[in-house]
């Protein structure tokens, strides 16, 4: 047996449907998103109808695992050039979908971003020089506040986006 039932919370209206399989089973609820609603709900998500508040910039850093590595000995030149794709960083455990943290920070926090990774360095006579790129991240923290029970339940979560490249070189 098959019902679907219409929850209003607010001003928000999220869809369920029941599904009830033989006697003594328990319920089993599948939550629906619509395309629409920014708070929709997911699985997953501790704070279905949350939302990001307190939006700032986090600034910008370097990842720490390199993404191209060039080395070689001296009276040389590396050259990296190549072009990577990065995905973006989270916190861990946020509580709601990625929609709604895409909708809040203002990008795609599921997919991955395309680099250009180009950069040189010569290397000293009679040294050994090592150029590694990491991926540069531009990134944004908020709070998590809950429509349910109006208050914040989360801070200073953040999210990363990749911008570019940093370089760090060492010679021996």
């Known amino acids: 047996m098959k019902s679907r039932h219409l929850i209003r919370f607010g001003t928000a209206v999220t869809a369920l449907t029941t599904c009830l399989v033989g006697v003594g089973s328990t319920a089993e609820a599948q939550p629906t998103e619509r395309s629409t609603d920014i708070h929709a709900v997911t699985a997953a ?3 279905p109808l949350g939302k ?12 720490t695992s390199p993404i191209a590595k060039a080395s070689g000995s001296g009276g040389i030149r590396l050259t990296i050039s190549e072009t ?20 809040g920070v ?12 180009s ?3 010569d290397v000293s006579r ?23 029970s109006q208050k914040i ?10 911008i570019g490249v940093c370089f760090t070189y060492k010679e021996r």
Request: hydrophobic residues 35%; glycine residues 10%.
């Open 119 to 121: 950069g040189s360095r």
């Open 106 to 117: 203002g990008w795609n926090v599921q997919k991955s971003r395309s680099i250009t990774v």
């Open 84 to 103: 990577k794709s990065v995905s973006t960083t989270l916190s861990a455990d946020i509580g709601v979908s990625y929609k709604v943290i895409s909708a």
């Open 45 to 47: 998500a501790a704070y």
């Open 52 to 63: 990001l508040v307190n939006v700032r910039s986090a600034g910008t850093k370097c990842g």
């Open 126 to 148: 009679g040294k050994h020089g090592t150029l590694t790129a990491y991926a540069k991240y531009s990134g944004k923290k908020f709070d998590i506040f809950d429509n349910l």
């Open 153 to 162: 339940v989360e801070r200073n979560k953040k999210a990363y986006k990749p």
